[in-house]
Every structure is written in C-alpha cells, then in structure tokens.
C-alpha cells in the first residue's frame, strides 16, 4: 500500500509540474497579447472605422481560431457547445445599437464569445447612474461616450475582434452608414420609440436579422422573459408601441422581440422627485423627443434581457440546428389539447381501422400544439403573425385545427404529425406520397421538415 501511495505521489506531483510549466506558458502569451492589445493606437474617427471595416491592427482574426491556441482555449467551451456554429460565429457581424444596462451585457457576451466583428452604436455617456447596470463601465469611464467604453474593455477581453466604436445616435438618414456591410444579425437596444421603430424597419425593409429588446426598467422578476413575434407584444408598452408603429411601414409580423410578461413593480419617476417640481420636461431633454423622466431600474434585470438576446443571436448565428424556438406567449386550456389528442384518434380509426398506432400522449400533444405549431396551421402563410385586432398571442381558437399523418407510410408519431385545417388535413390524406408535393410545394415541404427536425432533437434527445 505504501508503494502505491508512494508512486501516486510521485504522478500527482509530476502532473502538477507540468500542468503549472502549461499554465505558465499560456498566461505569459496572453500577458504578451494583452500587452500588445494596451499599447494599441487610439481608436479611428467613425467614418474611417465604417470606412475600413477594421479598427486596430490585427483585428478579424477571430475566424481562424483554431490556429492560435489560445483562442481556441478560450473558446473551447462554444466549441463544445456549438461544434461547427462556432466558425459562423466567429465570421459574423453583429450590430449593436444602443449600449446601456441592456445592450452592453449583450455586446460582452457576444464578445466573449467570439463573434468576430462588432459594431457599437450609441450617442450618449457613461453616467453614475448607469454603473448600477453597465456591464463593463467603471467611475474611470463616467463622462466618456458608452461605445468607446466598451470597445475600450472589450480590446483587453478579446483584442482580435474586430470592434467599430460608433459615437452617434441612430436615425433614418443615417441608415446607410450605420448599417452597411451587411451585417448578420441587429441587436436593438433601444429604449426610444421613434429611433427604434426606424431601426426595426430598416431592418425589416433591408433584409436584415433583427431581435429587438422591449423594456427591462421597473422589473426583477428574470422567469417572465418570453422571446416573442412582434404582433404578440401586446404585454409591454414599448414593444406595444412598436408594433402599432411598425404598421405604418406594412411590417405586421416577422419580427422578434424579447418582452418581460411582468407588470412594472413601479411608476416613472417624477419631476418632483428629480427636484424639478415646477419645471418644463423639455429643459431636461438631452436630445429633442426623447423622454425626460426616469424609470427606476433594478441592475440585475437589464443584465438578464442582454444576456437573454445574446444567446438568441448566438444560437440562431451558429445554424437552424441551434436557433431558439421559444415558448409561445399564447395560453390554451386542457380541452384544446384533449379535443386535438381525441380529434387524432378518430381520424386513425377512420383511415387506418385502429387508434393503436398513435404515438402520443397528452403532454406530447400540448408541446405540439402550443410549441411547435403554436396553433397555426402549417399551411398558414402568416403563421405565428397575429393579425391587427387578433387575439394579440394571448389565446388562439383551435376547434378547426387537427393533427394527421405527414408522411402516410410512417405511424402517427410525433415527428410525423402535422397541423392543419380539417379541409387541409382532407386533401392531405389523400397524398399517395410528400414526393409530389416536395416538388409543387418546396416552401411547405422544407418549412414542415424543419418543425418536424425540432421535434426529434427536443423529445427524441
């Protein structure tokens, strides 16, 4: 025994060697990359780094970095995580816009994990205020503008992403400009109605991915995150507000938009409270039409909501296979799914002789109606857009829906069930095969294919 302890020893203090020897050398490298990332010039003015597409020497490298070993150890756990995605992240190009509580922590987290090129937008300072929320600042940057705050920090986490620091406020006629290089996805961060219903629609209008992130002020409660389509956001006065305006620009749908369900725990802050009882709300306008009076802000939720719409971006940058497919805003009853279940049985007795085929339960029937067809037809060009003066997401009529077989020579399983209209599920069953139907309805085909690989990956882990 003593022997055996004797030499167990010996290894563990020999791997303890090398594994110090190991550590030294990456830390003295990464010292040496940190180093060099400090002693970088200023950073350019704003047109020549939209100009360039690159801000400092030896930026977009990201791209490559299994080949330097200390990127790829920093990254090791995405790559785990996301496996090939993780080389779409890193040749992406993210726009953030607007970088306060929200925005800074979805910029970081996109940083640290490694997309390659960020764009910052924002037009105003770091104040005292904003540290009990900033994902980065310290009382060093108060006073200095929130873009160049962050690319500031950000060099010293990452130095080979490549970072455009925007000093400017987001406005219409400035769409070129700030939205050139066609970016892969838009984060709006913006808590201004009028500068984000532009964004979202130049967005919309361009083509271009964009999440939107509703208001985290005068709310704590993290579990009521719903990522949602912007003709649900009926729970939340800024994406509220965004989806009446986007009307206006024939944009009714299509757009995603991180909401908290939670009811503001308190009210804006008034003019008598910020000791200006008396006074014109415009003296206090830093900009024109912007709002004056303050929402109080508990720090950890803006936190939340950008560490939320950082993995949304992420998971839908690294492919189809990793995008988020949220739970739905939309609440059903038990009948709805007991009546879907019964409805099934019936159309397999009456085709097939037998309900014995039936490969579902209850459970798996509410996750297919609320989740994956979200009580939409599959057929329906508009599925999951809530039309004006719908139900607005809250609740959804499903009497005129039924599930049946997709593929009529496979069992009525969960990845073979779609939802369709009874006439639709008629005409359907009448298919001798998908192959014709791949060939006149290819959008259909690929569109129902992609729910029914949802459902494999989620129930048959």
């Excluded at 010996?10 to 180093?35: F, H």
């Excluded at 977009?60 to 970095?65: M, P």
């Excluded at 904003?130 to 690319?151: I, Q």
């Excluded at 997401?393 to 069930?417: E, I, K, V, Y």
């Amino acid at each position: 025994m003593t022997g055996e302890w004797r030499t167990a020893t010996i290894c563990l203090a020999a791997g303890a060697l090398v594994g110090a020897g190991a550590a030294y050398a990456v830390l003295s490298l990464g010292r040496t990359r940190a180093q060099a990332a400090i002693a970088m010039p200023p950073e350019r003015s704003v047109a020549a780094s939209l100009k360039a597409g690159r801000t400092a020497e030896g930026a977009g490298t990201l791209e490559h970095f299994m080949e330097d070993d200390v990127l790829s150890e920093q990254l090791t756990r995405n790559v785990q995580f996301f496996g090939e995605g993780q080389m779409a992240i890193a040749r992406s190009f993210v726009v953030v816009v607007g970088l306060g509580g929200v925005g800074s922590h979805a910029a970081h987290l996109l940083l640290r994990s490694g997309v390659g090129r960020l764009r910052l937008i924002d037009f105003d300072q770091v104040t005292l205020s904003s540290l009990n929320r900033h994902a980065v600042a310290t009382r060093a940057d108060v006073g200095t503008p929130k873009a160049t705050c962050l690319e500031s920090h950000f060099r010293r986490i990452m130095p080979e992403a490549n970072l455009e620091a925007v000093v400017e406020m987001y406005t219409a006629d400035r769409e070129e400009a700030l939205l050139a290089g066609q970016p892969d996805f838009v984060i709006d961060a913006i808590d201004n109605i009028d500068t984000k219903v532009a964004l979202v629609a130049a967005c919309h209008r361009r083509g271009l991915r964009v999440l939107s992130v509703a208001g985290a002020g005068a709310k704590a409660d993290p579990t009521r995150l719903k990522f949602v389509d912007v003709s649900e956001s009926s729970v939340d006065p800024l994406a509220r507000a965004l989806r009446t305006r986007l009307r206006k620009f024939g944009v009714f749908g299509g757009v995603p938009v991180l909401l908290s369900t939670e009811k503001p725990r308190c009210k804006l802050v008034s003019l008598a409270d910020m000791g200006a009882e008396g006074a014109s709300p415009a003296d206090f306008q830093i900009v024109p039409n912007f709002r004056v009076r303050t929402i109080p802000v508990l720090g950890t939720t803006p936190a939340v909501f950008g560490m939320a719409a950082a993995g949304y971006v992420l998971c839908g940058l690294a492919g189809p296979a990793h995008a988020i497919a949220s739970e739905p805003i939309v609440r059903m009853k038990a009948p709805q799914y007991e009546r879907a279940l019964e409805r099934l049985m019936e159309r397999e007795r009456q085709r097939y002789g037998s309900d014995e085929g039936v490969g579902v339960d209850l459970d798996d029937v509410a996750f297919l109606l609320r989740e994956v067809w979200r009580g939409f037809s599959a057929r329906d060009p508009q599925a999951g857009v809530v039309p004006p003066g719908g139900d607005k997401g809250l609740n959804r009529a499903t009497a005129h829906l039924t599930f049946t077989r997709w593929d009529p020579s496979r069992p009525a399983a969960a990845d073979n069930l779609v939802l369709l209209t009874l006439g639709e599920a008629e005409a359907h069953e009448q298919l001798d095969s998908l192959a014709g139907l791949a060939e006149r309805e290819p959008a259909l085909v690929a569109r129902v294919e992609a729910r029914l690989d949802r459902v494999r990956r989620e129930l048959f882990y």
